[in-house]
């Protein structure tokens, strides 16, 4: 079902202007970023009160977030200081829908994948993989896909000269880029453009099946197909991927009882037009929030004013903000 709304009061996701990971250890992690795959630190804040409590739907939270950036693009890193949360499952698969990863670009992956070795990473691709010339749509991008001290997922992208944004091609001698976008895995492809395209106003930018030895190779799952479909938003910048895996297609749901605080927890963070008119639609189609409502910020260290945590049709962390 797709809402009526005036062109007036459409919903419009502007941007991405950040992605959150909780971790398990701010100072662990953000060591791993910045000396394996070359974040620069941004800030280091701890924050509590009612506000983040009611936002992330945990309460009594204290949070540290540590802001790293690689190129135009931002993460936080979100340790709980009060809270531990649950750990990852040690046997998450690919298809599983919580997964969930960040795509680093780089100007050299087989550089960047003999730096990355000599890191603690546990790798789920076999190796660098060459997507073939019969997917036209990712013909010739190279990828390597891991995870995380914490488990988190990752994967380390290479643009051809004919495929990426043009930022990704311009002369540098830097070895580690930026993020192009956060992949997400989901049960109905349509079912999720409604959320993100429908109700959020997000633009589908590309579309591929990508299947055979190389996907198997690249996602670590036997005879692995799936169905991938790029959004952007308004502005140019960090875009979202759905994954809809057809193959194998018994990825299991995300457990109902994760919460912020649990190492899982990735949010990706969306500036939106009309934050208040978000929240109505995104109420009026039975989305499910984490946040009681939208939450009002008047902590001049909060790099936003007002925000509210959803989870989109999968689970996955959508957090609304205004600037």
């Known amino acids: 079902m797709t809402m009526n709304m005036s062109a007036s009061t459409k919903v419009q996701v502007e941007k991405i202007p950040a992605i959150g990971l909780t971790v398990t250890n701010a100072d662990r992690s953000q060591d791993f970023y910045t000396q394996a795959l070359s974040f620069k630190p941004v800030s280091d804040i701890t924050v509590e009160g009612q506000d983040y409590s009611d936002l992330e739907g945990v309460p009594g939270a204290k949070i540290r977030i540590v802001t790293l950036q690689l190129g135009d693009e931002i993460i936080e890193l979100m340790q709980y200081l009060n809270l531990e949360g649950k750990p990852i499952p040690r046997d998450s698969q690919s298809n599983d829908l919580w997964f969930q990863h960040l795509a680093i670009v780089v100007s050299d992956i087989d550089r960047a994948y003999a ?109 692995a197909e799936a169905r991938v479909t790029a959004l952007g938003t308004a502005q140019a910048g960090n875009g979202i991927e759905l994954l809809d895996y057809i193959v194998p297609a018994n990825g299991r749901t995300m457990p109902s009882d994760w919460k912020s605080c649990d190492i899982a927890h990735m949010q990706i963070e969306l500036i939106v037009n009309d934050i208040e008119q978000a929240v109505n639609v995104l109420r009026q189609n039975g989305v499910q929030f984490v946040s009681g409502g939208l939450v009002q910020f008047t902590d001049k260290s909060c790099p936003y004013r007002q925000g509210c945590l959803v989870k989109d049709p999968n689970g996955h962390a959508i957090l609304l903000i205004t600037i």
């Not at 546990?122 to 010739?140: F, L, R």
């Open 115 to 223: 730096h990355l070795r000599s890191f603690p990473i546990e790798p789920i691709s076999v190796e660098p993989q060459t997507i073939p010339p019969d997917n036209e749509a990712s013909a010739g991008v190279r990828a390597f896909k891991f995870k995380d001290l914490d488990g988190h997922n990752l994967e380390l992208i290479w643009f051809p000269p004919d495929k990426g944004k043009e930022k990704w091609h311009q002369n540098t001698e830097r070895l580690f880029l930026g993020i192009d976008h956060s992949a997400v895995v989901v049960a109905n492809t349509e079912q999720s453009l409604h959320f993100y395209c429908d109700i959020l106003g997000m633009q589908v930018k590309g579309s591929s099946l990508n299947q055979g030895e190389t996907q198997a190779r690249l996602d670590g799952l036997p005879g």
